[in-house]
């Protein structure tokens, strides 16, 4: 195997390939961003990517190919290393930067008490219950047409970011692996983009649920949901209804949690938005949280 580019030696691939752009998520090479990289070769076949050992996604044509890769919150600043393989090819390596992101810390007050210190009957529970979603967030499908430029899920204030780290009663919890949308009870979701339903269901902590796969490793699920209107299997086009915003699960409010998963990794959902579709969900400056205080009903 041998190192054949670093990063900024893909970006000038890139450049070559303008020809064949796509809508593609913004490039942010973070803990919980998306990393989009130019690949050194000029395959007529799809290559094949990993990242951790896991497999990435790799849009393109033409013999022009970029990866698409998931960047896990708990990683390091520094050089990581995307795996490339090619039908004629020796395999490859290309080094890339990530660095370094702090989120901003949020405290939460959960009244039912289970909800932070679940029975053994619950974690029992609570046990199965990861392995099913887990199993969904980590699907591949192959696809040669993913997208990749989605719309906002449902109508609503963005009231909790992605990537917080979160403290339930003054215990520490993971990292806020979605964004929340204060959107009010009832209120419709719709698919933000194509995909098949591949997981539906109630569950301990996130609710009434239902997980879209969009191909090559992009996953969305939704969360806290009152209502459900879609059944695994089914297709879904762009802007079909899936359900209704609610407060079941672990919440303090009525609001969607909405969850990107790429590569098996959670991603911040706001790179797959356009500049304007970005624009039009932040709030002026001047209504923002202050700093170590964002709101949240989850």
Not at 127 to 150: G, H, M, S, Y
Request: proline residues 9%; positive net charge.
């Amino acid at each position: 195997m041998r190192l054949v580019v670093t990063f900024i030696a893909a970006l000038f691939s890139a450049a070559a390939s303008a020809a064949h752009s796509m809508p593609m998520p913004r490039h942010s090479p973070v803990p919980g961003g998306i990393a989009v990289i130019a690949l050194d070769t000029h395959s007529a076949t799809r290559p094949t990517a990993h990242y951790q050992s896991k497999r990435v996604m790799v849009i393109g044509d033409g013999g022009h190919w970029q990866a698409v890769v998931g960047i896990p919150l708990e990683t390091a600043p520094g050089e990581q290393i995307l795996e490339i393989s090619a039908p004629g090819s020796e395999p490859q390596q290309i080094s890339f930067p990530v660095q370094a992101k702090e989120y901003e810390t949020q405290r939460l007050t959960i009244t039912n008490k289970r909800m932070v210190e679940p029975t053994a009957k619950d974690l029992q529970r609570i046990e199965k219950e990861t392995k099913v979603i887990q199993a969904a967030l980590r699907q591949f499908t192959e696809a040669n047409d993913v997208p990749l430029d989605f719309v906002v899920p449902v109508q609503g204030p963005l009231s909790s970011p992605f990537g917080l780290r979160r403290f339930f009663n003054d215990q520490p919890r993971k990292p806020h692996s979605g964004l929340d949308l204060a959107a009010p009870k009832g209120a419709q979701i719709k698919a933000p983009a194509a995909g098949k339903v591949i997981a539906v269901g109630n569950y301990f902590f996130n609710g009434n649920t239902v997980v879209l796969d969009h191909g090559q490793g992009l996953i969305s699920m939704y969360s806290h949901m009152d209502r459900i209107n879609v059944k695994e299997g089914q297709y879904v086009a762009l802007g079909t209804p899936l359900g209704a915003v609610g407060m079941t699960g672990r919440v303090t409010g009525p609001h969607l949690h909405w969850t990107i998963s790429l590569n098996d990794t959670r991603v911040d959902p706001m790179l797959l938005f356009s500049e304007k579709t970005l624009a039009a969900l932040l709030p002026p400056k001047k209504n923002e949280a202050s700093p170590g205080e964002p709101t949240s009903r989850e």
